[in-house]
């Protein structure tokens, strides 16, 4: 395929993927991918999952989990339908947070963690729950400034985090940071509130150092997750998700490429097909609303976009 015909194939997509290729692929005029934008909240996926929503403002009766779930599920099988994970695929997709309008309010109200039943936009006590609630909240015009205060609370000593701080670790984690970051980077974006950048200056370090792939202990591969390319992203850390946020970071912080990155963005810039397409590396078990994206082995939409974009920004700041 040439690069005009990914393109066009890319173009053929649901609004929520179709609307950020426009914009960040083609460049087209904003008139247009505005239009496209709008259209999430009135078919296709975008509109699926707003249809799920309950009176309460929750989806699947639950905040993390859905209400029907009386076990922690296997590895690899997390459902996917309950609010916060609901709430974040709509944000990154692009949805026009006036459609949810009252949401952020019935949340309050009606909204309570599954872990010690503490208040919805308060967050918990899991650093990735926190990161998405941090943005979700931003996202819908709540005041979050009290829980962005929480993650430079909660850095450990190496610079990142770990969801089993809780537990007493001390050593930060690959996922954790990744999705700690990214929820700073979103909610600074979206409020235009720096506070929390040197906290996310220092969890990018953290993953930054270790090249985006190595223990700083051994100098082993710290997974063979490292090597993943995959949407939705989910909870892990991959590669895909680790490219995408530092050249994204870089961007809005108006710096260089970090050379540390460089592994990462060859490995990434190496799985492209020859026909100019990424395959989806893997697929995480679990309940969903929708189907997001192809099996494994096969051409994907998303990581194909998500890819060509990360390698964009990093080749205009080369």
């Given at each position: ?90 944000r990154e997709w692009g949805l026009d947070p006036r459609v949810l ?38 996202w819908l015009g709540e005041d979050m400034s009290h829980l962005a ?170």
């Amino acid at each position: 395929m040439t690069s005009a015909t990914v393109h066009e194939w890319l173009r053929d997509s649901d609004p929520t993927l179709r609307w950020q290729v426009e914009r960040d692929l083609l460049e087209v005029p904003s008139a247009v991918w505005e239009q496209t934008r709008a259209c999430i909240a009135v078919e296709g996926d975008g509109a699926t999952l707003l249809s799920h929503q309950d009176d309460d403002g929750q989806w699947a009766g639950g905040a993390f989990f859905p209400a029907t779930m009386t076990e922690h599920p296997p590895q690899n099988e997390q459902p996917y339908t309950a609010t916060t994970w609901t709430l974040t695929s709509l944000r990154e997709w692009g949805l026009d947070p006036r459609v949810l309008d009252g949401t952020a309010d019935k949340l309050r109200a009606h909204s309570r963690w599954e872990y010690d039943d503490l208040p919805y936009w308060d967050g918990e006590v899991d650093v990735c729950i926190n990161a998405m609630t941090l943005a979700n909240g931003a996202w819908l015009g709540e005041d979050m400034s009290h829980l962005a205060a929480w993650f430079p609370a909660h850095a450990l000593a190496d610079g990142g985090w770990n969801c089993e701080w809780v537990e007493g670790s001390t050593r930060s984690s690959f996922h954790s940071t990744i999705n700690a970051v990214r929820g700073l980077l979103a909610y600074e974006k979206l409020t235009g509130d720096t506070s929390v950048r040197d906290a996310r200056h220092r969890g990018e370090e953290y993953l930054l150092s270790r090249q985006l792939r190595y223990r700083a202990s051994t100098g082993e591969q710290v997974g063979p997750w490292t090597d993943l390319i995959v949407y939705p992203y989910r909870a892990p850390f991959t590669l895909l998700k680790a490219v995408d946020h530092v050249t994204e970071a870089a961007e809005w912080d108006g710096a260089p490429n970090d050379p540390r990155a460089e592994e990462a963005v060859a490995r990434l810039r190496a799985a492209r097909r020859n026909d100019g397409r990424w395959d989806q590396g893997w697929r995480f078990g679990g309940d969903t609303w929708v189907a997001h994206d192809v099996p494994p082995g096969q051409p994907s939409k998303w990581v194909t976009f998500l890819a060509e974009r990360a390698l964009r920004r990093w080749d205009r700041a080369a």
